[in-house]
Structures are given as C-alpha cells and as structure tokens.
C-alpha cells in the first residue's frame, strides 16, 4: 500500500457527509476531489492561479467547496474556527 492509498482509507474513516475540511495547497485539485466526494464542505488554498482553474475543472460536477487564492496562513481571514466546528 502506497503513502496516499493509506493516507486516503485513514481520511475515509475520520470524514463523513457532516464534515468541514481545508486542503491548504490544492495544486491540481486530486485532494480536494477527494475530499468534496466524502464531506459536507471544502475549503481549498492556493497561491497559484494556475492550480485554481486546474482544480475548478476537476470539481465540475460538485458545489461544496471553495477555492481560496491565497496562502494557508491567511486561513484565519476566510474560515472561522465556528464555521469549521459547525
């Protein structure tokens, strides 16, 4: 079994319809698919324009999630600690 397969049956069993997640470097959008498909809402970081359209192709047939263009370590201008324990 590969990092990512263990990483992903390890998620499966913390996240369910109810949960809020972040993914802080959504890249081409592979984790934030993942995680649209098992939570209630998704929040995504990137700094690269480039990994937001990426990422907005991927997640064509899904709406529960938001991609934010910026760094992670602005999370605290975007998400409240309410708005992710909700």
């Given at each position: 079994?590969?990092?990512?397969?263990?990483?992903?049956?390890?998620?499966?069993?913390?996240?369910?319809?109810?949960?809020?997640?972040?993914?802080?470097?959504?890249?081409?959008?592979?984790?934030?698919?993942?995680l649209?498909?098992?939570?209630?809402?998704?929040?995504?970081?990137?700094?690269?324009?480039?990994?937001?359209?990426n990422?907005?192709?991927?997640?064509?047939?899904?709406?529960?999630?938001?991609?934010?263009?910026?760094?992670?370590?602005?999370?605290?201008?975007?998400?409240?600690?309410?708005?992710?324990?909700?």
């Open positions: 079994m590969n990092n990512t397969t263990y990483v992903q049956l390890y998620a499966k069993s913390l996240i369910d319809k109810d949960s809020i997640c972040v993914d802080m470097t959504m890249g081409n959008g592979n984790d934030t698919l993942f649209c498909r098992l939570s209630k809402k998704v929040y995504a970081f990137d700094i690269s324009k480039k990994a937001i359209e990422t907005k192709k991927r997640l064509k047939d899904y709406d529960n999630y938001e991609l934010i263009h910026d760094s992670h370590s602005n999370i605290d201008k975007y998400i409240g600690y309410f708005q992710l324990n909700s």
